[in-house]
C-alpha cells in the first residue's frame, strides 16, 4: 500500500511559479513510475506530467512542455512539480498518483495510487 501527500498548491498570478510536493509512504517508493494529473471544474482528469522510476525518462502533456519540470528524489519519498508561466487556464486541483510498474504511462487507469489533490489557482 502507498499512501501520497499532495502540497505546495496555493494562488499565484498569472505568469509567477509553484512548486508542488508529494511525499509517499512505502519502502519501494523507487521502483514506481510517478505522475502528475488535473482536473478542472467540470473537465475530465487529465495527464500532466510522468516519471519513471530511474528519473532519467519523463513525459510531459503538450500545453505544459517547457514550463513545467517534474523530478524526484528517491531517497526522501518524494515527486516534485515545479510550474513556471503559469496561465490562467493551468487552474485546476491537481493529483498525485503512483504506479506499481515502474515505465510511464499517461492513463488515469494505469495508476494503482492517488493522492487528495493540491488546489492550484492562477489569476489573471
Known amino acids: 500500500q502507498v499512501q501520497l501527500v499532495e502540497s505546495g498548491g496555493g494562488v499565484v498570478q498569472a505568469g509567477g511559479s509553484l512548486r508542488l510536493s508529494c511525499a509517499a509512504s512505502g519502502r519501494t517508493f523507487s521502483r514506481y513510475a510517478m505522475g502528475w494529473f488535473r482536473q478542472a471544474p467540470g473537465k475530465e482528469r487529465e495527464f500532466v506530467a510522468a516519471i519513471a522510476w530511474s528519473a532519467g525518462i519523463t513525459r510531459y502533456t503538450v500545453s505544459v512542455k517547457g514550463r513545467f519540470t517534474i523530478s524526484r528524489d528517491n531517497a526522501k519519498n518524494t515527486v516534485y512539480l515545479q510550474m513556471n508561466s503559469l496561465k490562467p487556464e493551468d487552474t485546476a486541483v491537481y493529483y498525485c498518483?503512483?504506479?506499481?510498474?515502474?515505465?510511464?504511462?499517461?492513463?488515469?487507469?494505469?495508476?494503482?495510487?492517488w493522492g487528495q489533490g493540491t488546489q492550484v489557482t492562477v489569476s489573471s
Open positions: 498518483a503512483a504506479r506499481s510498474s515502474g515505465s510511464i504511462a499517461t492513463l488515469k487507469s494505469e495508476y494503482d495510487y
